[in-house]
């Protein structure tokens, strides 16, 4: 990348978990790179896949580690999924501390139009819900996956996400799942627009070298990639996927934003 093709950054973009901090623990330095962020007033936002917690209780646990994102500056999928719903119905797979992120939506077990798949914790999709969700599809109703990720990163490891079991019902099902989360080009387009910057002034931060890498390069943004949270080296090399920058962590960005801008 030449340097008389860049464009100057003017908004930077957080993803949380893995990012600013993992699980229960923060990330050494996170609310201090934040702060730096802004203090070159530079407009920064949060995005997230999680679908464990509704916006209030990620912004009471950014508040908690003192990282400086509030809560209008949150974006996660399910703002997105009610906004898709609309005037039509839905059948909820999500835990029970998300659906005050679905208040207002009217809800049919029976007859869905959409049937909404998100992070159900415990045993996850067991082969009955996947049954459930099979046989709904295949009468007419749409899937809409709050994200498509393949794994992520707990405190005691890798984890499986909702991604293969959306994968799994689009195969069975032969009907393609609407992605609301990141990697979608209308969820970080979306954020662009809200904090008025064009994709290409735009930096995203991120651990998940598909999701929030690859995503955010397709949706036109700049990227770096920390080697905290889910990354792994041989999966990023695998996938040949390859960020603007790469960077030990978000500790790094202040002084890692001069080779960009």
Known sequence: MSRKKRNVIKAILFDLDGVLYVGDHLIPGAPQSVQHMLDLN???AGLTNTTTQPISAIAEKLAGFSVPISK??????????VQTIGEHNARLYVRDSLMEDFQGIRIDNDNPDFIVMGDLGGDGYTPDLLHEIFNAVMDGSTILALHKNRFWQKPDGLH??????????EYATGKDAIILGKPSQEFFHGVCASLHVKPEETLMIGDDIESDIGGSQQAGLKTALVQTGKFRANFVKATGIKADLVLPSVTDLPDALKLIN
């Open 72 to 81: 209008s500056d949150i974006y996660t999928p399910a703002a997105l999924a």
């Open 42 to 44: 530079l407009p920064v």
């Open 160 to 169: 499986l996400d909702i991604g293969p079991f959306v994968a799994a019902i």
